[in-house]
C-alpha cells in the first residue's frame, strides 16, 4: 500500500481542528445559555487536546484516511447539566446541540468564501476543498435526528408528550442505530444528497 503522508496529515489535521471548533461550539453556547459545566472542564477552548477522543478523534479517522474510506469521526462530548439552564431549558438545549453543526457549517462557508476570492496554491486550494467537504459532512451527519447525536437532541427539544417519551425511550440504543445505519449503508442514502445540495450552493 502506497501512503501519502503528507496527504494523511493534512486530512487528519482538518478533521481535528474541525471537530475541536465543533464542541468548543457546544461548550461556548452552553457556557452563555447559563451552564458553566463546560468552562468548568475548561473544554470552552480551541485546544484540541481537551476534546480529542482516542477512538473517534484519533484511531477511525486515521485508519479511514489511510484505507481511502469515507471519513468520519467524534470528540468527546460536551458535558450539559440542564438543571442549569433553568427557564425554557428545552429550548436552550436545542440551541446547544445545534451550535456544533452550524460551527461546521460556518467553516465549510469560509473555506468557500477563500477558495472563491483569493489565489491559492494548488495545495492550499486541496486543503480547503477537503475543509468544505469534511465540514459539510460533519455537519449533516450530526444532524440525522438518532440520539445521542445534535440531530436528535434537537429533535428531543421540539417533541412533547407521548412522542417524547417515546423518543427518549430510543436514547439507549442510539449508537446500535447509528451502526446499523453505517454497516447497511443506510448512513449514505440519507446523508450524500443533502451533502451534495449544501456543497452546490457554497460552490
Known amino acids: 500500500m502506497n501512503i501519502d503522508f503528507a496527504q494523511v496529515f493534512v486530512q487528519f489535521l482538518v478533521l481535528l ?17 447559563g451552564d458553566p459545566t463546560a468552562r468548568q472542564l475548561g473544554r470552552v477552548s480551541l485546544n484540541p487536546a481537551v476534546h ?4 473517534g478523534t484519533i484511531l477511525f ?5 489511510i484505507t481511502g474510506v469515507p471519513v468520519l469521526g467524534w470528540a468527546r462530548p460536551v458535558p450539559v447539566n440542564t438543571l442549569n439552564l ?8 436545542m440551541v446547544i446541540a445545534a451550535a456544533g453543526p452550524a460551527s461546521n457549517l460556518v467553516l465549510a462557508t469560509l473555506a468557500a468564501v477563500l ?8 495545495a492550499v486550494a486541496t486543503a480547503l476543498v477537503l475543509a468544505l467537504q469534511l465540514n459539510v459532512g460533519l455537519a449533516v451527519f450530526n444532524m440525522i ?16 408528550g407521548s412522542a417524547s417519551d417515546a ?3 430510543l436514547r439507549p440504543y442510539g449508537f446500535l442505530i447509528i451502526y446499523g445505519l453505517m454497516l447497511s449503508g443506510i448512513l449514505w442514502t440519507i446523508m450524500v444528497p443533502p451533502m451534495r445540495f449544501i456543497t452546490s450552493l457554497l460552490l
Do not use: C, Y
Open 61 to 65: 479517522p486515521l485508519i479511514a484516511i
Open 167 to 169: 423518543f427518549d425511550r
Open 115 to 122: 477558495l472563491r476570492t483569493l489565489p491559492l496554491t494548488d
Open 86 to 93: 433553568r427557564r425554557n431549558w428545552k429550548q436552550k438545549f
Open 145 to 160: 435526528p438518532v440520539p445521542p447525536l445534535d440531530g436528535g437532541n434537537v429533535l428531543a427539544g421540539v417533541l412533547r
Open 52 to 55: 480529542a477522543d482516542p477512538i
Open 17 to 33: 481542528m474541525s471537530l475541536t471548533v465543533h464542541e468548543a461550539a457546544h461548550a461556548f453556547s452552553a457556557d452563555r445559555l
